[in-house]
């Protein structure tokens, strides 16, 4: 099992900052990549950033250069800092792991229960 706990979410003035935080914990699987995804009312959930376990990272068009991924993985953590806010990004944020279970090539994908990231003008 994977079961992902999210922090670090709330309100901030549009040319703020805040940083998401991710941590998992696994029984009999592997992680793979981890990223972070968002969902903003009546939109569609899109890839926001990610990261494999050898360190690549892509990054959705809209926030190269304001945000930053970052993830440890001997503790299974991954963290989204985001700079220079702007209300387009008030949205839900969901971290993301694809996990692979021990011993077998089957990928599995888990979610965090989301946290709440609202930007004012």
């Known amino acids: 099992q994977v079961h992902l706990v999210e922090s670090g979410g709330g309100l901030v003035q549009a040319g703020g900052s805040l940083r998401l935080s991710c941590a998992a914990s696994?029984?009999?699987?592997?992680?793979?990549?981890m990223g972070w995804y968002r969902q903003a009312p009546e939109k569609q959930r899109e890839l926001v950033a990610l990261?494999?376990?050898?360190?690549?990272?892509n990054y959705a068009d809209s926030v190269k250069g304001r945000f930053t991924i970052a993830r440890d993985n001997a503790k299974n953590t991954v963290d989204l800092q985001m700079n220079s806010l702007k209300p387009e990004d008030t949205a839900v944020y969901y971290c993301?792991?694809?996990?692979?279970?021990?011993?077998?090539?089957?990928?599995?994908?888990?979610w965090g229960q989301g946290t709440q990231v609202t930007v004012s003008s």
């Open positions: 696994i029984s009999r699987f592997s992680i793979d990549a």
């Open positions: 990261v494999t376990n050898g360190g690549s990272t």
């Open positions: 993301n792991a694809d996990a692979v279970k021990i011993g077998t090539d089957r990928h599995f994908a888990y």
